[in-house]
């Protein structure tokens, strides 16, 4: 989590090398893959991250306020793909907050 934690600190500086919009779409390809593979394979997916559900949930939703921001042409593409994880993922109430 401290190195999740780390990068996300890192996005409140500037984009010093132009990078923002190539970290977005990264993070959009593997919010795709996260919610393919959940909706294949149920909570069982997020075995595969170190932060379990919660933390991968937990993290994504801070990826939404840290990054997009600064990328907004991916922005209405990452939020439906979140809003889909919330779905899939079964997340009520501020259960995507945690971790």
Known sequence: ??????FLASLGGPDVNGSRLVEACDKLANLRDIVED??????AAFA?????????????????????????????AYERELAEL?????????DGDQG
Not at 1 to 6: A, D, L, T, Y
Not at 38 to 43: E, L, Q, Y
Not at 48 to 76: C, E, I, K, M, N
């Open 38 to 43: 959940v909706r294949v394979h149920g909570d």
């Open 1 to 6: 989590r401290e190195r999740k934690e780390s």
């Open 86 to 94: 919330w779905v899939v993922a079964d997340v009520s109430g501020a």
């Open 48 to 76: 595969h991250f170190r932060g379990g559900r919660d933390g991968t949930l937990w993290y994504y939703r801070q990826l939404a306020s840290a990054l997009l921001p600064q990328v907004p042409q991916v922005q209405a």
